[in-house]
């Protein structure tokens, strides 16, 4: 019996493996009914298959029944092997992976921080595997927002990864593609680069550069460009990583739909609108053919399209997609999910701009309400809501309301990334223009020269940024009869802009 299981087990990971997900089910439950009817409930084998199913439904977008199964696996393992064994680890982290896929980084953290304290427990100091463990903690940190617990992580298995390995061993390239992500997150951009251009070092030396890992870092190194305004150096890094994972994965494999998007997002920021619109829409085709109509990767590829047409002020066109992308996350996650709470903001901008306030507030509420449940009140996946909640009371001349909302964004970004990261310059200066527009002249211009001090020091002197906050500042000096800052900021603003620089704001 025990070769019966082993063979319905291998039958269903081998299927897994060719991306045959419908077809593996039977072999899986079926690997499953053999373990339990030869091993009895509580057996490894058993725990196994459990993985496995579990695994199968993740694969499949099924969340709730990939939970289930993750968890009958990880009290099977805990009973039988005790709570400190290496499979009681590995299980604690397919289930952290599972609600991170999920976004449910509270619900991940810990899971993962019990797995690498076994680990660590059971490894050597030296052992080869322990930096692996360390970044996959540190990448629930990182996804969380909490950068300052990832990087010593990393840093640590970096060190470890450096002193075991070579130079060009491609396990160096996931903890360097995470520092990268961390320097970036801090606006950190030239530091961001040179930990990507080592890796695509590394995977040219190692991999290979018709690999899907050397595509994701050379499309990931072109975001780093993107950010920098080197919008020529990108492009044809994002079409080198388009063909790459089409050679390697096919023409309908999801990654091909993510480099479509990334491509989408090189098209807007140049104005080229209808090549943009074209690549996000081959995107929808390419995720619902590998996913079918009512996956979330849909649903976000079509919100990707409804905030193309938003951003443009096409409501009328976002309003269906998104509307389709709200009712695909609401069935196929749970209620609370942050994808949920990003569906709801995009709505609420629908209405935004059709001036029916009455009808955005309540949606712009529960978005801020799932962000602060599954985030936590303090993380910065929260300021959205409070920055767009807050732009809603400032239309509607609730300064009051609107004030206390960008003070509490600032606070949030002030003590994740620090008083000087970039991130808190968008509501100091958003909380400049609440002002200047309730007349509360030098509340205002404190606000903007903290907002211009920010972006000059972390962006540079000819940030575009900047010419939005000296337009105000100009318009704020004239309330207060200072012609000459009036007309010094506004030539400022005048230097700096460039039309292909300029994006129209969403919220």
Known sequence: MNNEWEKLNQEAISLMQEGRLDEALEPARAALNAAKKARGDNHPDVALSYNNIGELYHARGNMDQAETAMRKALGIYEAVMGSEHSDVADSLSNLAELFMSQERYSDAEPLMERALMIREKRLDPEDPDLPHFLNSLAMVYLAGGKHKKAQPLLQKALGALEKALADNHPDLGPVLTNLAAIAQADGNLEEAESHLRRVVSIYEKSIGVMHPAFAKTIAQLAEIYLAMGMVPAAEPMLHQALDIRKETLGESHPEVAESLDRLAMLYQSKGELNKAEAMMTQSIRVYRHAFGDDHPAVALSENNLGEFFLNQGKVEEALPLLESALNIRENALDEKHPAVAQSLNNLALVF???????????????????????????HPATTQSLENLAALYRAQNRVDEAEALLKESITIWEKAMGKDSPASAQPYNNLGILYANAGRYEKAERALKKARKIVENSLGPKDPHLAIIFDTLSMVYEKMGKAAECKEFAARAHKIRRPDQMQKPTG
């Open 352 to 378: 935004d701009q059709k001036g029916a306030y009455a009808d955005a507030e309540p949606l712009h509420q529960r978005a801020l309400e799932i962000r602060r449940s599954a985030f936590g009140a303090e």
